[in-house]
């Protein structure tokens, strides 16, 4: 008799010979210029349930560009495993011809040239019509946003998030998880989620004060769909106080939990779910790590680390969706659950082409109501970049570089230090610099551009405890982001090194000289996680920058070695 597991990876290869590297035959037809909505949106229906899987929005209402990673190192047991292949690695494990709209979504060769082919993505009015399409088609299907939502634009500050919850509203999900959110202070949060008309879950916020779990949230929700009994569970970011200021949620602590994770689970099939779907905002290698622990999950939803990739990946018996970041991509899965058990399934990945994908009138109306008392200030043209800003990559990508440039240029300093967070859209080389554009890659509400001196000893240990929540084997110790960004140091780094033993050759740019322990360096940065950090707000430094350049041009950044990648 055939197994359960060899069943969902006859799936697996259905869903890849369908809708998956190819998305379907639209490859095809956008090479001859006759693209459309019908052919990004179809897919043959499947089974008796479906999901709508969105995450890591980041506040980004209106069609955008956004390059994927070119360097994403995968160590210990992901090493070489998606989503740690980029490139032509990825398009050839993929079979993705070069030029194609599958290489222009999913993939950063050729990013410039391809984006002036195919255009902007994302939208959330063109989001929503793909939901609406979906529904129309499955009106059952559960829509559930991974979270990384109310956070990251000019409006969702000025608003304290309320752009992005009246435009969720509108789109009606049935439930969320949560990250950034909770960096706009554990009382507006709760503000928020008091008012919510669907579910906001997260089986691993807990009362930091008692370390039991938290009543605003629930951990799990059923939902009859399709006669079929679904439980989704909620998995908050984990690391909430080590990534983010603890002081601006102090009611709340986090974790992993994936010993209650296993109770959750056992608690709702107990009660009679026959399908049981995770909505995670782990990270991917973290995501894998919880499919192999806890057993009886059919389904996991998976976010933070904003990879984008064209095929589920099946971990026992568990299969993980990861559905991209910024409005870019929307995943349908349709399921075929019998006798109480997820017995097959057919994915697919539909990228928002702005230009191909009409906009839903209803969504754009809001959209632009919220936006207009705003208009002129995100429309003004600060300068023009020549060179291509993205966000992404391990060690550097140019809009960091730009920031970096900027912290040292405005705050007199001789080492720049910027996070390495992935959120934020891409410019194309040409395009003008708005106020809009610098906000999108700097917009938090920590957001003050501090100014200090360091040692060269602590700017070691900086560099190597950053290097080990990225690079540590054991995914539950990683979190997610990437390294930290650095404006006039070189350093060397071996990913495969211990902790504590990876960096080193560290040099201070300007001279040549090699960075002394014992001696101090004005350094200057933004975003930290210390109460009471005092300086300009980073949007305001780098806009002096930029207005001082009038155009951007960026030289390769080659100041960080990497070894036993």
């Known amino acids: 008799m055939i ?78 495993e998606v989503p740690h292949l980029t490139g032509a690695d990825f398009r050839k494990m993929y079979g993705i011809a070069d030029g194609s709209p599958s290489h222009y979504a999913l993939s950063s060769g050729d990013f410039s040239a391809l984006a002036k082919a195919y255009g902007r993505v994302g939208g959330m009015d063109r989001v929503a019509t793909v939901v ?6 499955r009106p059952d299907a559960l829509l559930l946003d991974g979270g990384d939502t109310w956070h990251g634009s000019y409006t969702c500050y000025q608003t304290a998030g309320q752009d992005c919850v009246n435009v969720m509203n509108l789109l009606k999900p049935d439930a969320m998880t949560f990250h950034w959110e909770f960096t706009l202070g554990s009382e507006r949060v709760r503000e928020i989620v008091e008012g919510l008309p669907f579910a906001a879950l997260g089986q691993n916020i807990f009362d ?118 910024n409005g870019k991509f929307v995943s349908r899965v349709d399921l075929d659950v ?19 994908i009409a906009p839903d009138p209803e969504m754009t109306a809001l959209i632009d109501a919220q936006r207009a008392p705003y208009a002129d200030k995100l429309s003004e043209v600060i300068g023009h970049t020549d060179t291509t800003l993205y966000r992404r990559g391990n060690f550097n990508g140019t809009w ?22 992935r959120w934020g859209p891409s410019l194309v080389a040409g395009d003008p610099i708005t106020r809009e554009d610098i906000w999108n890659v700097t917009s938090m ?21 950053v290097a080990d929540n990225i690079f540590n084997p054991d995914p539950y110790y990683q979190q997610g982001g990437d390294m930290v960004r650095v404006g006039g140091l070189g350093y060397r780094i071996d990913v495969t090194a211990p902790v504590g033993e990876r960096v080193s050759e560290m040099t201070l740019l300007k001279t040549g000289e090699a960075i002394d322990p014992a001696k101090s360096y004005v350094v200057a940065g933004w975003a930290s996680v210390n109460e009471g950090t005092e300086g300009p707000p980073i949007w305001d430094v780098v806009e002096s920058h930029i207005r001082s350049l009038g155009r951007v041009t960026l030289d390769e950044n080659n100041s960080v070695d990497v070894v036993g990648a």
């Not at 609406?132 to 088609?137: A, V």
């Not at 779990?213 to 006669?227: I, S, V």
């Not at 006798?339 to 191909?356: A, E, T, Y």
């Open 3 to 80: 197994s359960r597991r060899d069943f969902l990876q006859v799936s697996m290869a259905a869903a890849a010979a369908y809708g998956g590297s190819g998305f379907g035959n639209w490859a095809r037809l956008a090479a001859q210029q006759q693209l459309t909505q019908d052919d990004l949106l179809a897919m043959p229906a499947f089974g008796n349930v479906s999901l709508i899987h969105i995450t890591d929005i980041h506040a980004q209402l209106k069609p955008i560009y956004f390059r994927e990673p070119s360097v994403n190192i995968g160590v210990g047991p992901n090493r070489g």
């Open 132 to 137: 609406k399409q979906i529904r129309s088609e």
């Open 208 to 325: 930091a004060e008692w370390d039991e779990p938290a009543e605003l949230f629930q951990p799990y929700k059923f939902f009859e769909r399709g006669g079929v009994k679904i439980a989704v569970i909620g998995q908050a970011f984990p690391y909430m106080p080590i990534a983010n200021p603890s002081w601006m949620f102090p009611e709340y602590s986090f974790g992993i939990r994936d010993e209650r994770m296993q109770e959750m689970v056992d608690e709702v099939r107990a009660d009679g779910a026959e399908l049981v779907v995770v909505l995670s905002h782990n990270g991917f290698d973290v995501d894998k790590k919880m499919a192999e622990k806890v057993t009886g999950i059919d389904v996991l939803l998976s976010g933070h680390t904003h990879d984008a990739l064209p095929e589920p990946v099946l971990v026992g018996e568990t299969i993980i969706i990861a559905s991209g970041s």
């Open 445 to 465: 509400t920590y957001p003050e551009a501090y100014r200090s001196e360091m040692t060269g000893e602590f700017l070691k240990v900086i560099l190597e405890d």
């Open 338 to 356: 019998r006798d109480g058990r997820m017995m097959g399934f057919r994915h697919k990945l539909i990228p928002i082409f702005s230009d191909v």
């Open 400 to 421: 960091d570089d730009l920031i970096c440039d900027a912290l040292l240029a405005q705050r007199d300093a001789q080492i720049a230090m910027s996070p390495g967070v």
